[in-house]
């Protein structure tokens, strides 16, 4: 939904092994991020934009940060106006879970 009007969306997925785990890129041609509020966009309910310019919540990549943190990664974004974004997420080798006992 980020995407100028005249331009036709893309998304290109990678995922690169690293000495200590995964790294994977999700890079767009969207209307990219200021550099200043790159942090920001992970922020629940902290929106850029306003709803009439671009629907949804602002939550969902703070979801995706508490649900990755949770796994002992960690995502972060590499932007440039107008020319898209790169969200990079880093996995460790082997992500302990919590055991939850059933009831």
């Known amino acids: 939904k980020f995407h100028a009007p005249e331009c036709k969306p893309y998304l290109i997925i990678s995922a690169e092994k690293k000495e200590d785990g995964w790294r994977f890129c999700f890079a ?28 949804g919540t602002g939550l969902g990549l ?17 932007s440039e106006p107008g020319r ?9 080798e082997s992500a302990e879970q919590d055991s939850h006992p059933e009831s």
Do not use: C, M, Y
């Open 62 to 78: 703070a979801s995706a940060r508490n649900a990755i943190s949770a796994l002992g990664g960690h995502i972060w974004a590499e």
């Open 28 to 55: 767009d041609n969207g209307i990219g991020i200021d550099a200043d509020q790159l942090e920001a966009i992970f922020t629940p309910l902290k929106r850029l934009r306003s709803r009439a310019e671009f629907p």
């Open 84 to 92: 898209g974004t790169r969200f990079l997420v880093q996995l460790p």
